[in-house]
C-alpha cells in the first residue's frame, strides 16, 4: 500500500447559493498542507487539525451568511467536503475503504471509524459538559459530519470515550477524522479492484 501515485487524486468543488460560498481544492496525496479561510477561526482550526493529520492537501475559501449565525457555512462546507472526497476516491477501486482514528487530546479520547460504502450513515455519541468551545456552537460538528457522509457516501462512527473539556473534545474528534479519511483512503496493491464481495460499492 501506498501514498505515491504519478497521478494523484485531486477534487475542484465549488457550491453558490444565497446562503454561502465556497471553493475547495483537494489533494489526497498530499503533505497535510492547507489553505483555510471560512469566516469562523475554530473551523479553521479544525480543519487545518484534519488536514494535516490525514495528510491532505486543503485549499479552502468559504463565504456565508455568518452575521445570522454559523450553521449555513458549517452544514454546505461539510457538503462540499464530502463531495470533493467522493470525486477524489472516484469509482473506490484499489482503496483500502476502511478506515479508523483513536486519538487523545489531554484527558479526552475520541474514536472515529468510517467505511468508504457508498451508504451514507453517520453514528454520533459525544456528549458534552458544554455546548459551546469559545464562541463556536460545538452541535455544528454533528451537522458538519452529517453533511459529509451524506455527500461523501461514507458510514460514520463517532465515539467520544470520554472528556471534558469542549475544545480538547472537538480537537480530538478532527485529528481522528483525518487519521481515518487518511487509511481509507489510501491505496493498497492488494485490491485489485473495490474491496467487496459484491464487486461493487
Known sequence: ????????RFA???????????????????????SITTGIPFMDHML???AAHGFFDLTLDAKGDIEIDDHHTIEDIGMVLGEAFNKAVGNRKGIKRYGRGLVPMDEALASVVIDFSNRPFLVYHVNLRRETAGRFDA???QEFLRAFVNRSGTTLHVNLMYGQNTHHIIEAVFKAFGQALDEATMLDSRIAGVRSTKGIL
Open 1 to 8: 500500500m501506498t501514498r505515491k501515485s504519478v497521478n494523484k
Open 139 to 141: 452541535q455544528l460538528v
Open 12 to 34: 475542484r468543488v465549488t457550491r453558490a447559493t444565497k446562503e454561502t460560498d465556497i471553493k475547495l481544492e483537494l489533494t489526497i496525496e498530499g503533505e497535510g498542507k492547507c
Open 48 to 50: 487545518t487539525l484534519m
